[in-house]
């Protein structure tokens, strides 16, 4: 039977897929913690980090992962795979990338760049975007 929920184009049979994302390394980052909670903790605790804790989370068709924690750095280097299995081709038609700073109040968001799967796959080709 046709699942009706399919968009027009996509095969009813679909096979399972691996999305691999390599995940390099950040420049630019900024120096000052990019924490709205950075004044009151200071005040409160006594702890004042000007740089960033970052780390990538990547989010595709449902799923969330995250690359480690690079302590105290505005030029980390992670150098990890993310990999995704989900049917091809996917029904989500692009990756979200977000830098973020892990804080022990709230994780907050230093930029965040979307990737469209449309542009980058080819057929016989790897697709490849920097």
């Given amino acids: 039977s046709r699942n009706l929920l399919l ?28 924490s709205i909670m950075a004044n009151v903790k200071k005040a409160l605790i ?10 990538v989370q990547v989010a595709f068709a449902g799923q969330k992962v995250s690359t480690s924690i690079q302590k105290s ?12 299995t989900e049917m091809f081709p996917p029904l989500c038609k692009r990756i ?7 804080d022990k109040v709230n994780d907050v968001a230093i ?3 979307f990737i469209d799967l449309r542009k980058i796959s080819n057929e016989g080709d790897k ?4």
Avoid: C
């Fill in 73 to 84: 750095s505005y030029e980390p280097l992670w150098n990890e795979q993310i990999i995704f």
């Fill in 46 to 55: 006594g702890e004042n980090k000007d740089l960033v804790d970052p780390y």
């Fill in 111 to 113: 930029g965040t760049h």
């Fill in 7 to 34: 968009p027009d184009g996509v095969p009813a049979e679909r096979q399972w897929a691996r999305f691999y994302i390599k995940i390099y390394r950040a420049e630019g980052l900024p120096r000052m913690n990019t």
């Fill in 96 to 102: 979200k990338i977000q830098i973020r700073d892990s």
């Fill in 127 to 130: 697709g490849k975007v920097e």
